[in-house]
């Protein structure tokens, strides 16, 4: 069985939280396990993590890379 | 006037002319030849006494000449030497000026790479400084304005389109 651990931002609504699990299931299966994380380093957005495939779709880790290509 | 009749003289005549020829006979050889014989003896050793003089002169003038010209020699090898030490001074100041120009040059040349190193540094700081604060104020506006609207979007985005990092 397969494990999908969401982290989300804790200004997400639950209306939010429910359409990604059931998007994750439908894309990786029904029976995938869900784990919730709420951090609240994230700004925006969130991260899924699924048999060790991490899917980062954080506002935060998109500024960091903003600010690695400015210091470049 | 008749001829002389030697009976007729006068004997002390005759005494006094012996006389004076015996007294010239005795000055002569008692007085005179030694008188002589010492002045002759006096002029040789006077012209002797001359001679060595002469020839001490000589010698004397032959030493001065030497020494004068080693004199001159000594002239000559101390204004040859002192213009050799002048040459090497002035070879050695030059040599001086030219390792401190060249230093100096050096110095120069690393204190401006030192300087555009500095530059550079404080350039990269700037910008690192400045993206960082871009960055920070992005975060700040960012946690106010992003809506949960924004959330799902960037979710259907994901599963929708696959579009993910």
């Known amino acids: ?72 | 006037m008749d001829g002389l009749d030697i009976s007729t003289l006068p004997i002390d005549l005759l005494l006094n002319i012996l006389n004076i020829a015996l007294l010239f006979l005795i000055v002569r050889t008692l007085v005179y030849k030694p008188v002589k014989k010492f002045m002759t003896a006096r002029r040789e050793k006077i012209d002797a006494e001359n001679n060595k003089a002469n020839e001490k002169m000589d010698e004397a003038l032959k030493i001065k000449t030497e020494y004068e010209n080693k004199l001159t020699a000594a002239e000559e090898k101390a204004k040859e030497i002192i213009l050799s030490g002048e040459e090497d001074a002035r070879k050695k100041a030059e040599a001086i000026i030219e390792s401190a120009s060249s230093n100096s040059a050096s110095i120069i040349s690393d204190a401006e790479k030192q300087a555009e190193n500095d530059k550079k540094a404080a350039l990269d700081s700037m910008q690192s400084d400045v993206a960082s604060l871009a960055v920070e104020i992005s975060e700040k506006i960012l946690r106010r304005e992003i809506t949960d609207r924004d959330n799902k979007k960037i979710a259907e985005n994901f599963f929708e389109n696959g579009e993910a990092k």
């Open chain 1, 1 to 72: 069985m397969k494990k999908a651990v969401i982290t989300i931002p804790s200004s997400m609504s639950e209306e939010t939280y429910s359409y990604i699990v059931e998007q994750t299931k439908k894309k990786f299966g029904e029976e995938t396990e869900i784990v919730k994380n709420v951090s609240s380093d994230l700004i925006g957005g969130f991260t899924l993590s699924v048999d060790g495939n991490i899917y980062d779709l954080s506002v935060k880790t998109q500024l960091c890379e903003i600010e690695k290509n400015l210091k470049k």
